[in-house]
């Protein structure tokens, strides 16, 4: 693993960028990993950690170095999360149970490979993505006649510039990720009105045919009647009888 402060090779794999990248916050990482149940759940809340906390590797979760094996970062969670538990911090319960989950996830994101392969792969686009602009820029100020030195050629800037990129990628694609559940979810949702509606009108057909068969009987029974007191009618019925006008007398002439 590289010296903190120091240049990687470009040849390194992905295990080697995150190793990196994650070095050069070691003396932060001792630090903060002393604080107080209060101080850690201030920490795991604070203004920005929904997207801090994407990251199941950030050293701002569970602060444990990437390299740590197995029952390392089981130590480290089990101290952690007993600071932060709601059960020891029954003053702030609520916000207690969300830094509880937070460091939750993280461990067991962290003991997860496919989870871990995907933060490395987002780490190490974050860290080409600035390597990339930093030759963009340096073509430019050769193409102006200036200097070639921009500001990410610091170690410290460069860090920060990589951490800032992977904190933007990990939050792009957990927006993409909520936008597809809510996508699905609305899918998921006509799809259930649509086979409620079927339902529904197949019901009603089924209804409407009970009811057809159920009174057949009652509409050839009144149809028959009909026709019954038709025909009594025109049997009954006298033939007319028309007024005949009186005779004529023949006028006799003498």
Known sequence: MAAAGREPSTQSGPDDLFNHFYTEVKQIEKRDSVLTSKQQIDRLLRPGSSYFNLNPFEFQVLQIDPEATDEELKKRFRAL???VHPDKNQDDPDRA???FEAVDKAYKNLLDPE??????DVIQ???EYVEHNMKEKKKQLKKDGKPQFVEEDDPEMFRQAVYKQTMKLFAELEIKRKEREAKDMHLRKRAREEEIETAEKAKREREWQKNFEETRDGRVDSWRSFQAGKSKAKKEKKPRSFLKPPKVKMEQRE
């Open 125 to 127: 686009a974050g860290r």
């Open 115 to 120: 989870q871990k392969k995907r933060a490395v």
């Open 97 to 99: 149970q969300l830094a």
């Open 81 to 83: 999360s007993i600071l």
